[in-house]
Nanobody, 125 residues
Framework: VQLQASGGGLVQAGGSLRLSCAAG???????VGWIRQAPGKERDLVAA????????YYSDSVKGRFTISKDNAKNTVFLRMNSLKPEDTAVYYC????????????????????WGQGTLVTVSS
């Protein structure tokens, strides 16, 4: 599965961005996650979604501010980011892995088999 992340950019604190993750094939039966990596830090999963879109997960650091959604008809997963903070600055990656259950998502970065190239989000104070 080829994944293409886009939508990053420079935004002021308190602003919003929407990231997109477009797949080169159907995302049916693929659970997807958004993982970020800040400079000098390890990769950290911030949101995950089951392949049906019915189950979602958010890390405590983004809960209430970020929303993950999935459009299987368009083979695309989105990450809406509101109330951005300088500490959200990172390269954001989307990743996917095959899953039979329509309600299961993965919360460990090592569970993901396919990765996109990343898109940079910079939040200025």
């Amino acid at each position: 599965v080829q994944l293409q992340a886009s939508g990053g950019g420079l935004v002021q604190a308190g602003g919003s961005l929407r990231l997109s993750c477009a797949a080169g094939r159907t995302l049916m039966n693929y659970a997807v996650g958004w993982i970020r990596q800040a400079p000098g830090k390890e990769r950290d999963l911030v949101a995950a979604i089951s392949w049906s879109g019915t189950s979602t997960y958010y890390s405590d650091s983004v809960k209430g501010r970020f929303t993950i959604s999935k459009d299987n008809a368009k083979n695309t997963v989105f990450l809406r980011m509101n109330s951005l903070k300088p500490e959200d600055t990172a390269v954001y990656y989307c990743a996917a892995t095959w899953e039979a259950s329509d309600s299961y998502y993965y919360t460990r970065t090592t569970d993901y088999e396919y990765w996109g190239q990343g898109t940079l989000v910079t939040v200025s104070s």
